[in-house]
């Protein structure tokens, strides 16, 4: 039997929040055995991992409210937690695309460095000719 300090530790999340998601209804009530101890099933430890990952990915907690509670619902409502996550996944995607772009500027302001260096030192770079990295498509 999993303890929660094994849970938290397999899903690096503390305790404390496991708890938390427990108390406001962004995980579902975990069972417990006679003694008062959470029993960890694998739906709980899949709950427990996908908010601990979409909180991580930027969703709000009212965002994860909200998913979970469409979890509870019968009927076409509960195709809009699969519109949550498409909605989350379109954001990382932006994200991946943004850090990309800097990513790739960074490379080439790091390949590009020393050659630039040494035109601003001979006066052959100059602030009024220096390129425009805003136009510049990375």
Same mark, same amino acid.
């Given at each position: 039997?999993?303890?929660?300090?094994?849970?938290?530790?397999?899903?690096?999340?503390?305790? *404390?929040?496991?708890?938390?998601?427990?108390?406001?209804?962004?995980?579902?009530?975990?069972?417990?055995?006679?003694k008062?101890?959470?029993?960890?099933?694998?739906?709980?430890?899949?709950?427990?991992?996908?908010?601990? *990952?979409?909180?991580n990915?930027?969703? *709000?907690?009212?965002?994860?409210?909200?998913?979970?509670?469409?979890?509870?619902?019968?009927?076409?409502?509960?195709?809009?937690?699969? !519109?949550?996550?498409?909605? !989350?996944?379109?954001?990382?995607?932006?994200?991946?695309?943004?850090?990309?772009?800097?990513?790739?500027?960074? *490379?080439?302001?790091?390949?590009?460095?020393?050659?630039?260096?040494?035109?601003? !030192?001979?006066?052959?770079?100059?602030?009024?000719?220096?390129?425009?990295?805003?136009?510049?498509?990375?």
């Open positions: 039997m999993l303890r929660s300090k094994d849970v938290a530790e397999m899903l690096d999340i503390s305790v *404390s929040t496991i708890r938390y998601y427990e108390k406001i209804g962004i995980i579902p009530p975990i069972e417990r055995n006679a008062g101890y959470r029993i960890y099933t694998n739906s709980t430890l899949n709950w427990i991992y996908l908010m601990k *990952s979409l909180r990915a930027g969703l *709000s907690i009212e965002s994860l409210l909200e998913f979970s509670r469409l979890s509870q619902v019968k009927g076409p409502e509960r195709k809009k937690q699969k !519109q949550v996550l498409e909605n !989350q996944l379109h954001e990382i995607d932006e994200k991946i695309a943004e850090m990309q772009r800097v990513r790739n500027l960074l *490379s080439y302001k790091i390949e590009t460095y020393d050659d630039h260096l040494a035109k601003f !030192q001979t006066g052959e770079l100059a602030s009024e000719t220096a390129e425009k990295l805003w136009e510049v498509n990375f």
